[in-house]
């Protein structure tokens, strides 16, 4: 059944609006009396069309239930902006695994140094990654996607979380052995191509962030978050 996110919801109504509408009526070729689902806030809809227009498509609630796609922890990515496009996949895959945010971060072996006034175009595509992702993937919310941030705004937001984790290409910890719970905030730290200063690691280790390794073989930076969030979704029940 065709997925949309809206916050134009009420305990009868949900109006989709925008873009979204167009596709509902010209792609989709939707007409009265279809069904689809309507996302709010991990919420969804079963709803039926009651009108449709290229503004607006109406349609009546006729019951609702929290997403089961939703896991039971809320996960951040912090990556550290990668070359080219790869960011793309890294935040489609996130929004599929069930991550709740995506930070980019400027680190310092970033390629990658876009300022927030080069980012900000960047960002909107991101998003709509995201969104799509969470269309395809049958999420209840659409993952955030941050402004680009530097490594003192990541480890001070990092140190406040539940769980927090940086993924170091020379070891650490294995995720069996940190103690993840549910129903808590998980924040994990993952680098560039060139990985982490030795300073970058300190600093995490001073604000109470561990230090993790997944495994044996060096993982590309698009590779990493995907295995880490892989990792942490299992071992707290989410897969």
């Known amino acids: 059944m065709p997925r949309f996110f809206s916050n134009e919801i009420t305990e009868d109504t949900a109006i989709i609006s925008g873009s979204d509408a167009v596709h509902i009526g010209r ?10 689902i309507v996302c709010k806030n991990g919420i969804e809809y079963s709803t ?3 009108s ?3 503004e607006q498509v109406i349609c009546k609630v006729n019951s609702s239930c929290k997403s089961t796609a939703e896991p039971n922890v809320n996960l951040t990515l912090f990556q550290a902006m990668p070359k080219g496009d790869k960011l793309d996949l890294i935040v489609q895959k996130a929004v599929e695994l069930g991550a709740a ?18 980012f900000d175009k960047k960002r909107s595509r991101l998003q709509k990654i995201a969104l799509e992702a969470a269309k ?15 490594i003192n705004q990541c480890t001070e937001l990092l140190a406040k979380m539940d769980h927090s984790f940086i993924c170091y290409e020379k ?3 294995n995720l069996r052995e940190v103690g993840l719970t549910s129903d808590s905030n998980i924040g994990i730290f993952i680098g560039s191509e060139g990985g982490f200063e030795q300073s970058e690691v300190d600093e995490c280790i001073e604000k109470g962030i561990t230090v993790i390794g997944l495994g044996n073989r060096i993982l ?7 295995s880490a969030i892989s990792i942490i979704m299992n071992l707290t029940g989410n897969m």
């Open 27 to 36: 792609s989709l070729r939707m007409r009265i009396g279809d069904e689809l």
């Open 48 to 50: 039926s069309i009651q």
């Open 52 to 54: 449709i227009s290229d």
């Open 101 to 118: 945010r995506i930070c980019p971060v400027i680190t310092s072996r970033c390629v990658s140094r876009p300022d927030k006034k080069g």
């Open 136 to 150: 395809q993937s049958g999420r209840g919310i659409i993952p955030e996607i941050s402004d680009i941030m530097n």
């Open 171 to 173: 070891g650490g910890k």
């Open 220 to 226: 590309r930076c698009e590779t990493a978050p995907i």
